[in-house]
């Protein structure tokens, strides 16, 4: 296995255990975005290796969306993979 496919299977490894993480988040239909929650969905980038800096942009990307408001799942999940592909592509 050359490191190419090495570093996508790291991705996809970690792509799955982020959605498994904010999956477990949102205990029924719709969750209320508020300082819990938010403490919550920081936890999962820090848990799959992104670091520090990836979970506080997420985490501000999804408080300055969301905040105070009800939610769905794929909602929130649409908002990180598009902050993850905006950070990955330029990042600070």
Do not use: C, W
Request: hydrophobic fraction near 35%.
């Amino acid at each position: 296995m050359n490191s190419l496919d090495k570093f996508k299977q790291s991705l996809t490894k970690t792509t799955n255990l982020l959605k498994t993480d904010i999956r477990d988040i949102f205990k029924s239909e719709g969750r209320l975005v508020e300082d819990e929650f938010l403490g919550e969905l920081y936890n999962a980038p820090i848990k799959t290796d992104m670091g520090v800096q990836v979970a506080d942009e997420t985490v501000e990307e999804i408080r300055s969306i969301y905040y105070g408001r009800i939610t769905e799942m794929s909602d929130v999940l649409k908002t990180v993979k598009s902050k993850l592909k905006e950070l990955m592509t330029h990042p600070k």
